[in-house]
């Protein structure tokens, strides 16, 4: 097999490939056998009509495709890898010459990964910034854990509070109609946690049981359905009753209930090591990103179109699966929100853009500085899987595996995360 490669703009050539006579016609021969299957003809049992009386009937240009059909594959793979190319799209393939007798030649026409002009990434300055534990922090915890194990109850006499929980019904209306949302029964709301329109819970505050009010908002300009924005409505509510958190008290006995310790302060002290310990991460982070971002920056890369398209469909993809879980349809949502596709695809754009060009740059330098993955880190990486999900791991290998037989993605990742971990041993702070 010959291959030619011709770059024609930068990131897009023509691969002209020429697949040796030999090969033509042993894919003709595989085309004539699964055709003549579905071939009907006088004098002749089905599937059992000779080659000549075929070809003569039908043309030999009838086998064309199906030939084609098996020579393209694994022909324009073959002529990729020797060429060294790295494709980011489906190729525009040309047939310039298919007989018999004669080898195939065709032109593919192919986006290839953009060449990434890397500055010096080896002496990157970043701003550091302090990660303390502050007090704030670990009485904003233990606050949490406190409101995490409150026991809600039904507040005989006084009125509503902000934190209170009131269960309640309400219509809204909108130019005199009910809209579409806007009622419901029983409906448990916690004045404080602006869940709904802006104005509506502080118009709660001071409501007692058994009490009917009249709530008037208006819907913000960029309200997500469309319909709603900058329009006033008013609800009807009736309260039914009105819950209290009682929070308990932070002693030795809420520690021996909700933990493994024995005594408050015991407790206390395991809550500032973990922490402390997420701290740590954070501040890992922080590095990490101010340090890769550094790096991105100075990087100069023409990434095709193709790629931040790619990367806007895998995030559409996602997105559409978290509304799935909700029980939401993608056309449904659109509806509601009186977006289109190519607004929600928009949404999306500039952290594709940013997310493809740091793809780039970290794997340009993780080929230049040559960093690999061994067996051993892939082992580690499914063991920690296998831990965290309960599973044995020959059962996590077994699954990753159903979905991407070499285990690239996974590789990539480590790849990705040892290259980010050198960028940070050769960084400094500023």
């Not at 090969?23 to 085309?31: C, F, H, Q, T």
């Not at 310790?261 to 740590?280: C, I, Q, R, S």
């Not at 509601?336 to 940013?354: D, I, M, N, P, Y």
């Not at 285990?407 to 960084?427: E, N």
């Amino acid at each position: 097999m010959a291959v030619k490669w011709e770059k024609t703009e930068a990131n897009v050539g023509v691969l002209e490939v020429e697949v040796g006579q030999d090969k033509v016609s042993s894919a003709l021969d595989k085309a004539f056998k699964k055709v003549v299957k579905r071939v009907n003809l006088p004098g002749f049992r089905k599937g059992k009509v000779p080659r000549k009386i075929f070809e003569t009937r039908f043309g030999v240009e009838s086998l064309y495709q199906d030939a084609l059909d098996e020579l393209l594959p694994e022909a324009y793979s073959s002529a990729v890898t020797e060429a060294q190319l790295d494709p980011v799209d489906r190729p525009q393939i040309d047939i310039v010459q298919m007989e018999v007798g004669k080898p195939l030649v065709f032109k593919a026409t192919v986006t290839v990964k953009p060449e990434v002009e890397l500055g010096d990434y080896k002496a990157v300055t970043y701003e550091d910034k302090d990660f303390v534990l502050s007090q704030e922090r670990i009485d904003e915890e233990l606050d949490k854990v406190r409101k995490g194990h409150a026991e809600l109850q039904v507040l005989e006499d006084g009125s509503a509070e902000s934190g209170d929980m009131i269960v309640m019904d309400f219509k809204g209306y909108v130019d005199g109609e009910v809209f579409e949302g806007g009622e419901a029964e029983n409906y448990q709301l916690e004045i404080g946690t602006n869940t709904f329109v802006p104005g509506f819970e502080d118009q709660l505050v001071g409501a007692k049981s058994g009490e009917e009010r009249t709530v008037t908002v208006t819907f913000p300009e960029d309200y997500h359905v469309k319909s709603l924005a900058n329009k006033e409505a008013r609800f009807d509510v009736v309260i039914h009753d009105i819950k209290r958190k009682v929070l308990p008290e932070l002693d030795d006995e809420f520690a021996k209930d909700i933990s493994e310790f024995e005594t408050f302060e015991e407790f206390k002290a395991d809550l500032v090591k973990k922490l402390e310990h997420d701290l740590e991460h954070e501040h890992e982070h922080y590095v990490q990103d101010a340090v890769v971002q550094a790096i991105v920056a100075q990087a100069s890369v023409d990434i095709p179109v193709v790629m931040f398209e790619q990367e806007i469909d895998s995030e559409m993809k996602e997105f559409e699966s978290r509304l799935s879980q909700q029980g939401i349809p993608l056309d449904a949502y659109q509806e509601f929100t009186g977006s289109t596709v190519e607004e929600l695809r928009g949404q999306f754009r500039e952290e594709a853009q940013s997310r493809v060009k740091t793809s780039l740059v970290l794997d340009a330098i993780a080929r230049f500085e040559d960093i690999q993955v061994t067996e051993e880190e892939v082992h580690e990486e499914l063991q920690k899987f296998a831990e965290s999900t309960g599973l044995e791991i020959s059962r996590v290998i077994q699954l990753l595996q159903s979905r991407d037989p070499g285990l690239s993605g996974l590789r990539s990742q480590i790849i990705s995360r040892k290259t980010v971990q050198f960028l940070v041993d050769h960084s400094a702070r500023a």
